[in-house]
């Protein structure tokens, strides 16, 4: 914990009268959970401040986290503080109306490649954003507020981001910090129906995805999804993305790679490892990210192919330098 770098943050939130909080694009469960958390904390601690959560996009987790404030105008921003989440660089913020506040905070556990923001608390080794917002809040719980609904957003975003606590990210720290928003009343039953309910026909999405995985010869498995594929199964980007997390569980492929068509000549690629290091792979084609779960963005499926066969060679080296992986 850094509590000197979160003391800079909080005399910044008291002396402005306005703060507006922004997240990253396509928002994941850690995105919307510690910008709603950290709004509520903020709207109970001082009912006098004008507090807003404004972003240009939004996805499930904006659908059952609850809303967010409405679009303003470009002169709305210019005596609010930001407070940038979740964010690594400035052009992955959805709102970029962020770069026209006063004064600009951000909180982040990404690697830190390009700074921004008149003060930066960034640790990267925090298994989620919302672990960070917990810390904040358990660093001034003297005069902080929380409620079961901040406690509740911080929650869901910490078991999104983690894996269920599975990730080496995840710490004593982290669980303490979890057992004290467990500690306000938060009702696991519905966060986790959320969490785990599936439409019928992602269920056959999901049958077909098993059925058109490749795998490369070192074991790095992949999937092209094209427009056509997300047509008939009637797919958001979205659920279509959620598809990398089918791949996760298989022996010996410790890399895997699903690569969604945007309809725009561009499509995304996930990339997510096990033991092996991948965010440099994933800098080569335009992403970046954690270690073991990265973006990227290529133009098409050679691009993808190539993108691949890097992964295998990656792979192949991995596994004859190093034991004990599985
Ligand atoms: P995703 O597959 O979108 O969940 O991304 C996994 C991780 O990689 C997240 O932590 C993102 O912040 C990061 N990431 C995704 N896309 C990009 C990108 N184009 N450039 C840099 N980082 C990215």
Redesign the pocket.
């Known amino acids: 914990m850094n509590r000197e770098q979160m003391k800079v943050i909080l005399d910044k939130i008291k002396a402005y009268e306005k703060i507006i909080i922004f997240r990253?694009k396509?928002p994941?469960g850690d995105a919307v959970g510690s910008t709603k958390g950290l709004c509520e904390i903020l709207k109970l601690t001082y009912p006098e401040k004008q507090i807003y959560i404004i972003n240009n996009d939004y996805s499930d987790f904006t659908g059952f986290l609850g809303g967010e404030d409405e679009a303003r105008p470009d002169e709305f921003y210019a005596d609010a503080l930001g407070i940038v989440i979740d964010t690594?660089?400035i052009d992955?913020v959805s709102n970029p109306k962020c770069a026209l506040c006063k004064e600009l905070v951000k909180i982040d556990h990404?690697i830190d490649r390009t700074p921004y923001g008149d003060v930066s608390w960034v640790e990267e080794e925090k298994s989620s954003a919302c672990e960070m917002i917990a810390d904040f809040y358990a660093a001034f719980s003297d005069e902080l507020k929380i409620n079961s609904a901040a406690a509740t957003y911080i929650y869901a975003g910490m078991v999104t981001d983690s894996g269920r606590f599975r990730f080496r990210s995840v710490t004593g720290d982290t669980l303490r910090a979890a057992a004290m928003l467990l500690d306000q009343g938060i009702d696991t039953d519905t966060l986790f129906a959320n969490l785990y309910m599936k439409e019928f026909h992602t269920l056959k999405f999901q049958a077909h995805v098993y059925k058109k995985m490749k795998i490369s010869p070192a074991g790095v498995v992949y999937l092209y999804i094209d427009r056509a594929m997300q047509k008939k199964f009637k797919l958001t980007s979205e659920q279509a993305s959620a598809s990398?997390s089918y791949l996760e569980s298989i022996k010996d492929s410790l890399i895997w790679l699903v690569c969604i068509e945007n309809g725009d000549g561009t499509a995304r690629v996930?990339l997510r490892s096990r033991f092996v290091t991948i965010n440099e792979l994933?800098e080569r084609y335009?992403?970046?990210?954690?270690a073991c779960?990265?973006?990227?963005?290529v133009h098409n499926k050679k691009e993808f192919k190539a993108l691949v066969n890097d992964a295998d060679a990656l792979l192949q080296d991995y596994k004859a330098n190093h034991e004990g992986w599985l």
């Open positions: 990253h396509r994941d690594a660089t992955r990404h990398i996930r994933a335009n992403g970046g990210g954690h779960a990265c973006g990227a963005t």
